[in-house]
């Protein structure tokens, strides 16, 4: 049980006070001995009441989802089991001078030091106020608010429009740790260097940026010098972007600029972490399919992209059921066979051999 929990219970008076003593107050008979002798002590024949603490740091409701704690000075949200005794949830501002501010269980306002966000409940939108000399207010914002989670490797941001609750934060969480847990279990440290080696062999490995067969300016282990976040990914671990682009239509002995293999790495671990997120979004059950085939499904989706794969109906429906061969068959059938050769071909063969067992 925490501290917080104590306190709110009172389960710090819990202990019975039978051991306090008050001073004897002495008689007339006593009196002329009262500068010879100490004073004496007697234990009290009863307890005295309990008495419950009272934290006014913080705020404490119960829900039919559980029991809600709301630090009053940041704003920071605890939510615990409907036993009392798991916290479950927690939710915080992500900077140490910014607040949250709570109305029941639903966020109404979010304070940082040049802004303070409104939510209008009946209109279902935020207002902004710029503080400053030139104050002025932004009215009728639907995202203003984003949920940021994280577990082991997997992290996730979510935009969020409407009412934020805590019961609507916490449920957002359970999903994301259901995904996380299954991204976790498959990315180990041993599997992520083993598909690094394979993607490597498959993709090469290019510290130089250059165009690939679609002319789509590429560097690294296939990473897409184009594709939405690019700049992002590139600024993060520490490469000049628009070099890098201009670099992909060079000749070889012009190139300006390479990345390292660390740089390299990096990028692709975030590739592959996307990848498998992808995968997991499409087949939730991922680590229950055989090792080779969650192999593939992850291939396929770092090679096309989730939503690429997503369009795989007749596919992903027999991978649902389990039925390897039948998927072996339709991705035989499809333009990715045509279009990848050998990449396919493993991919294939790997199903099938799946569906034999």
């Not at 306190?7 to 006593?30: F, I, K, M, N, W």
């Not at 002590?41 to 309990?50: A, Q, R, S, Y």
């Not at 949830?89 to 029941?104: C, I, L, N, Q, T």
């Not at 394979?198 to 067969?213: I, K, M, N, Q, V």
Request: with cysteine; hydrophobic share 35%.
């Amino acid at each position: 049980m925490s501290e917080v929990r104590n306190a709110e219970r009172g389960d710090v008076a819990d202990q019975p006070r039978s051991g306090v003593r008050l001073l004897d107050y002495p008689g007339p008979d006593q009196m002329r001995d009262q500068y010879k002798r100490p004073s004496s002590f007697e234990t009290l024949p009863f307890n005295l009441p309990k008495i419950d603490l009272v934290d006014f740091s913080r705020r404490s409701f119960t829900t039919d989802y559980g029991t809600v704690t709301i630090d009053m000075q940041t704003g920071a949200a605890r939510l615990f089991a409907p036993d009392g005794e798991k916290v479950i949830f927690s939710y915080r501002p992500s900077a140490a001078d910014e607040k949250f501010v709570w109305s029941g269980d639903v966020l109404t306002q979010i304070v940082t030091p040049d802004k303070t966000y409104t939510y209008d409940d009946k209109k279902e939108v935020w207002s902004i106020v710029n503080k400053g000399l030139m104050s002025d207010t932004v009215a009728g914002q639907t995202k203003v608010h984003c949920a940021h989670f994280k577990s082991g490797q997997v992290e996730q941001t979510y935009e969020l429009t409407g009412a934020v609750t805590v019961k609507r934060l916490a449920d957002q969480y359970q999903q994301f740790l259901a995904e996380a847990r299954v991204i976790n279990a498959y990315l180990t440290p041993s599997k992520i260097a083993e598909l690094q080696a394979h993607f490597e062999l498959r993709e090469d490995s290019c510290p130089a940026a250059y165009l690939d067969s679609r002319r789509i300016p590429t560097v690294g282990i296939g990473f897409n010098l184009i594709k939405d976040g690019a700049r992002q990914r590139i600024a993060e671990v520490g490469a000049d972007y628009d070099t890098l682009l201009r670099d992909a239509s060079c000749p070889a002995g012009k190139k300006q600029t390479q990345l390292s293999p660390e740089q390299i790495s990096a990028l692709f671990q975030k590739d592959l972490l996307d990848a498998t997120r992808d995968a997991v979004s499409l087949y939730p059950d991922l680590t229950g399919h055989p090792h080779k085939v969650q192999d593939v499904l992850v291939d396929l989706s770092f090679n096309m992209g989730g939503s690429k794969l997503r369009e795989f109906e007749r596919f992903n429906a027999a991978i649902g059921r389990h039925d390897y061969k039948q998927a072996a068959a339709y991705l035989a059938a499809s333009r990715y066979a045509e279009q990848t050769g050998t990449r396919a071909e493993a991919n294939i063969a790997a199903l099938r051999e799946c569906g034999d067992r």
